[in-house]
């Protein structure tokens, strides 16, 4: 049986799930954004001092869940892709996209979010611990515009410490209400907890994925690495693309002397370990998110400059790029006007396979403790910091390995098969 399954359809299934798991968290963050609004035309001074990063990722989530969807349907004449079959490497790379976009919703629990580790630390997957909530003070109904805007943002927005709730092993609600945790017996005064009729509101926390040795959620670790995975391979192969596009088309254009200038230069990197460059440069100026990305990208676009440079070598003596140069085109509008369209192809095939090379860079980098630190999630940090615990914690190592392998097959994949539909004559290998 044929696969008639297309990507819009898993899309909308997608879309349709996370709407009925996270529908209560999408009313309150639609109502959130509008609160905000209200405040900002209120209080600007009030408003924009309420702002974060948190707050806004919040919000660009919730109004991208509408948008893109809306997007999808006004310009699906434009949008070829979408109905194309459904393959498992597309399928893969979707989620990561849904990961990047939509953390926020999918995951109702911050990253580094951690509460009673006696309890939940290294606990394995599908495990599940009670919940004891206490009252706090989302539960109250606010009247002013302001306090309304911070209800809602307690609501909405991820806290790393959360002290409205304890979790626990057992609880007894006899004539007091104790509840235990790691054998050890504690009182609850009634007043102080959230009560359905007469007695305790508890609930169940299910670690899916497991957690870590700090009682972190595996899953929602690995969601919001997904965030890191991208943005860094996204925001590498943009630069390596600009320097290996420009490079290339003046090596291959001009010829003589800067051709051997750029590909001598470009040999040497080729010739070095670059991965001793790139742990020298993070070393001495630091392990940010913006310095990864800018390493990765300045020391990964040689492979593009000489594609880039063989086809410009090919295409300079055509007739049509001859007449371009002849009518006086600058150099500029030869590159997207003339070499661009033609050489398109290539050009994106080796963007595909090098953001997976640049994946795994940054994860061997957070392995090393040279990536992002311990300031974001990140695959090769939880990789690290499994390995220590490996007899005792096998999921933390192969959650985000198994995960890390998925990626680079699939971007490989994705690659391949991206070549042989763009390539006529690859169709029939």
Same mark, same amino acid.
């Given at each position: 049986?044929?696969?008639?399954?297309?990507?819009?359809?898993?899309?909308?299934?997608?879309?349709?799930?996370?709407?009925?798991?996270?529908?209560?968290?999408?009313?309150?963050?639609?109502?959130?954004?509008?609160?905000?609004?209200?405040?900002?035309?209120?209080?600007?001074?009030?408003?924009?001092?309420?702002?974060?990063?948190?707050?806004?990722?919040?919000?660009?989530?919730?109004?991208?869940?509408?948008?893109?969807?809306?997007?999808?349907?006004?310009?699906?004449?434009?949008?070829?892709?979408?109905?194309?079959?459904?393959?498992?490497?597309?399928?893969?790379?979707?989620?990561?996209?849904?990961?990047?976009?939509?953390?926020?919703?999918?995951?109702?629990?911050?990253?580094?979010?951690?509460?009673?580790?006696?309890?939940?630390?290294?606990?394995?997957?599908?495990?599940?611990?009670?919940?004891?909530?206490?009252?706090?003070?989302?539960?109250?109904?606010?009247?002013?515009?302001?306090?309304?805007?911070?209800?809602?943002?307690?609501?909405?927005?991820?806290?790393?410490?959360?002290?409205?709730?304890?979790?626990?092993?057992?609880?007894?609600?006899?004539?007091?209400?104790?509840?235990?945790?790691?054998?050890?017996?504690?009182?609850?005064?009634?007043?102080?907890?959230?009560?359905?009729?007469?007695?305790?509101?508890?609930?169940?926390?299910?670690?899916?994925?497991?957690?870590?040795?700090?009682?972190?959620? +595996? /899953?929602?670790?690995? $969601?919001?690495?997904?965030?890191?995975?991208?943005?860094?391979? &996204? =925001?590498? *192969? !943009? %630069?390596?693309?600009?320097?290996?596009?420009?490079?290339?088309?003046?090596?291959?254009?001009?010829?003589?002397?800067?051709?051997?200038?750029?590909?001598?230069?470009?040999?040497?990197?080729?010739?070095?370990?670059?991965?001793?460059?790139?742990?020298?440069?993070?070393?001495?100026?630091?392990?940010?998110?913006?310095?990864?990305?800018?390493?990765?990208?300045?020391?990964?676009?040689?492979?593009?400059?000489?594609?880039?440079?063989?086809?410009?070598?090919?295409?300079?003596?055509?007739?049509?790029?001859?007449?371009?140069?002849?009518?006086?085109?600058?150099?500029?509008?030869?590159?997207?006007?003339? +070499? /661009?369209?033609?050489? $398109?192809?290539?050009?994106?095939?080796?963007?595909?396979?090098? &953001? =997976?090379? *640049? !994946? %795994?860079?940054?994860?061997?980098?957070?392995?090393?403790?040279?990536?992002?630190?311990?300031?974001?999630?990140?695959?090769?940090?939880?990789?690290?910091?499994?390995?220590?615990?490996?007899?005792?914690?096998?999921?933390?190592?192969?959650?985000?390995?198994?995960?890390?392998?998925?990626?680079?097959?699939?971007?490989?994949?994705?690659?391949?098969?991206?070549?042989?539909?763009?390539?006529?004559?690859?169709?029939?290998?």
């Amino acid at each position: 049986m044929k696969n008639r399954f297309k990507i819009w359809q898993f899309l909308l299934l997608i879309w349709i799930i996370t709407l009925l798991i996270r529908f209560e968290l999408l009313i309150n963050t639609y109502d959130l954004i509008f609160s905000w609004l209200i405040l900002l035309i209120s209080d600007l001074d009030t408003a924009l001092s309420q702002i974060s990063f948190d707050l806004l990722d919040s919000m660009i989530a919730g109004i991208l869940f509408i948008v893109i969807p809306l997007l999808s349907i006004i310009y699906r004449k434009k949008l070829g892709f979408l109905y194309g079959k459904v393959f498992p490497a597309a399928i893969f790379l979707i989620l990561l996209i849904t990961c990047f976009l939509f953390a926020p919703l999918i995951s109702n629990k911050n990253p580094d979010f951690y509460k009673n580790i006696g309890i939940t630390k290294l606990l394995p997957p599908l495990s599940s611990v009670q919940v004891l909530h206490f009252k706090n003070d989302q539960n109250f109904q606010p009247s002013e515009s302001f306090e309304k805007f911070l209800f809602l943002k307690d609501k909405v927005v991820k806290k790393s410490f959360d002290e409205s709730i304890q979790y626990l092993d057992s609880i007894s609600t006899g004539g007091k209400i104790i509840y235990y945790q790691n054998g050890i017996g504690k009182e609850a005064n009634r007043e102080s907890l959230l009560l359905r009729v007469k007695d305790p509101f508890i609930t169940k926390q299910m670690f899916i994925l497991g957690s870590d040795q700090f009682g972190r959620d +595996v /899953l929602t670790r690995l $969601i919001y690495g997904a965030r890191i995975s991208l943005m860094v391979g &996204f =925001g590498s *192969v !943009i %630069i390596s693309l600009i320097i290996g596009l420009t490079f290339g088309f003046l090596a291959g254009y001009g010829g003589g002397l800067p051709d051997a200038v750029f590909s001598r230069f470009t040999d040497m990197l080729l010739s070095f370990p670059i991965i001793f460059l790139v742990v020298l440069i993070l070393a001495l100026f630091g392990n940010s998110l913006l310095s990864v990305i800018v390493v990765l990208g300045f020391s990964s676009w040689m492979s593009l400059f000489k594609v880039v440079k063989t086809e410009v070598l090919s295409i300079k003596e055509k007739n049509y790029f001859v007449s371009s140069k002849l009518l006086g085109l600058s150099k500029k509008q030869l590159l997207f006007n003339e +070499v /661009l369209p033609v050489i $398109i192809v290539p050009i994106i095939v080796n963007v595909i396979f090098q &953001f =997976g090379n *640049v !994946i %795994i860079a940054e994860s061997a980098l957070s392995y090393l403790g040279l990536g992002l630190g311990n300031n974001y999630p990140s695959w090769g940090s939880m990789i690290q910091s499994g390995q220590e615990y490996l007899s005792l914690a096998w999921w933390m190592i192969f959650s985000p390995g198994i995960t890390l392998i998925f990626t680079l097959l699939s971007a490989n994949s994705f690659g391949i098969s991206l070549s042989r539909k763009l390539n006529p004559r690859l169709q029939n290998d």
